[in-house]
């Protein structure tokens, strides 16, 4: 499944002073946009902008889709998703880009909601008074039961929000109400206070504030792992079939990078290891991929709040030579992990023909990986 992310910040709001529109503002000495757009790093991003602010997106040197806007919000996050369309996207998250705090649990709980339903989106309970009010004198109180402020990301399936989008007329508040008018269910999942939309001034101090208050939460792990060698004509190693006179033995595909990569994650929560998860006595997982495992692991760091920093995999084997493929091992695992190519590393050594793997019985793994929650 491929993650999308499209943030919008083709609006022209002026409210918060500072002669360009909020989203372009400095916030701790970076644009706003570029704030919201690193929390969604690794996910194929869509960035829509202002005709005008072309200049300024393409300042930013990040790795994104640079969509130009339309007249009305709803135009401009319609012109996303058919950017997008044919991109083989399963899920698609549509954030304010002037919500640069966003923090990876509440994305983490959009997308796990997305499981359930076509559509997911964070927001919190009023629990002030809430007051009708004339001429500046209170006429009436509100009742606040079952009312909700609502924030973004709201998530969607992809191919349900663009056949909603693409059925509306007009200029819709959001987009849970174009999906709602389309007939989609909309999950809700708790919002974060931290994530604030920038409108007046003084809510840029309070976001500065927000952000040096932040304690950074770093979680390392680690994972070993081993598997023989069996007849067969080749090895999977860190999502790559590597041609070999050998295969390797094991439940699964044996993709003992994988397994020692998918260990580490586990490690850095605390949460055992796969076979905690997919217990091998289990008949459903005999013969699985192992990027099933691994896709898991990161969804359960995505869950409890945390990004991948980095992580390094080292394979130890004589033969066969892993240094051709290595570079196409990163970017598969990019693909699964959902995160930047540059935070994965694979590399390989021998053990000077020493022990079993000098006697190419079989292959050993060791990975690292370091989580934040920020
Ligand atoms: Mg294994």
């Not at 500046?136 to 973004?152: E, N, P, S």
């Not at 990301?153 to 109400?177: C, E, K, M, T, W």
């Amino acid at each position: 499944m491929t993650t999308a992310a499209i943030i919008t910040a083709a609006g022209r709001g002026l409210r918060a002073g500072g002669g360009v529109p909020k989203q372009w503002q400095l916030l701790a000495g970076r644009a706003v946009v570029a704030h919201a757009l690193a929390a969604f790093d690794g996910m194929l991003r869509v960035l829509v902008v202002h005709p005008e602010d072309r200049d300024l997106a393409e300042a930013l040197g990040l790795d994104v889709v640079i969509v130009e806007g339309g007249a009305s919000r709803t135009q401009s996050v319609r012109a996303a998703l058919e950017a997008l369309a044919g991109r083989g996207v399963s899920r698609v998250l549509i954030h304010d880009g002037a919500r640069p705090l966003v923090s990876a649990s509440v994305i983490g709980r959009v997308i796990g909601a997305l499981d359930q339903a076509d559509g997911a989106a964070p927001a919190l309970a009023v629990t002030d008074a809430l007051w009708r009010g004339d001429a500046g004198l209170v006429v009436g109180v509100q009742a606040r039961d079952g009312l909700y402020r609502a924030q973004t990301p709201q998530g969607f399936r992809f191919d349900s929000i663009l056949a909603a989008h693409r059925a509306y007329a007009g200029d819709a508040a959001d987009d849970v109400a174009v999906a709602r008018a389309f007939g989609l269910d909309v999950a809700i999942v708790a919002g974060d206070e931290d994530n604030l939309k920038l409108t007046f001034p003084g809510d840029f101090a309070s976001a500065e504030a927000i952000l040096k208050g932040r304690q950074m939460d770093l979680r390392v792990g680690n994972g070993f792992d081993v598997h023989g060698f069996c007849d067969g004509d080749g090895v999977w190693l860190c999502g790559v079939k590597v041609p070999h006179s050998r295969a390797l033995l094991g439940h699964s595909d044996a993709d003992v990078g994988m397994h020692a990569l998918s260990d580490a994650i586990y490690g850095a929560l605390a949460e055992g290891d796969i076979g905690r998860h997919f217990p091998p006595s289990d008949p459903q997982w005999k013969g699985a991929e192992s990027k099933i495992f691994l896709a898991h692991a990161m969804r359960l760091a995505r869950a409890k709040g945390f990004a991948l920093a980095n992580c390094d995999v080292t394979l130890i084997c004589e033969r066969p030579k892993v240094g051709p493929h290595a570079e196409t091992m990163r970017e598969a695992l990019a693909v699964i992990m959902e995160v930047a190519v540059e935070r994965i590393s694979v590399k390989a050594t021998t053990s000077e023909r020493l022990g079993f793997t000098g006697r190419e019985e079989g292959i050993a793994a060791m990975a690292t990986c370091a989580l934040v929650r920020g």
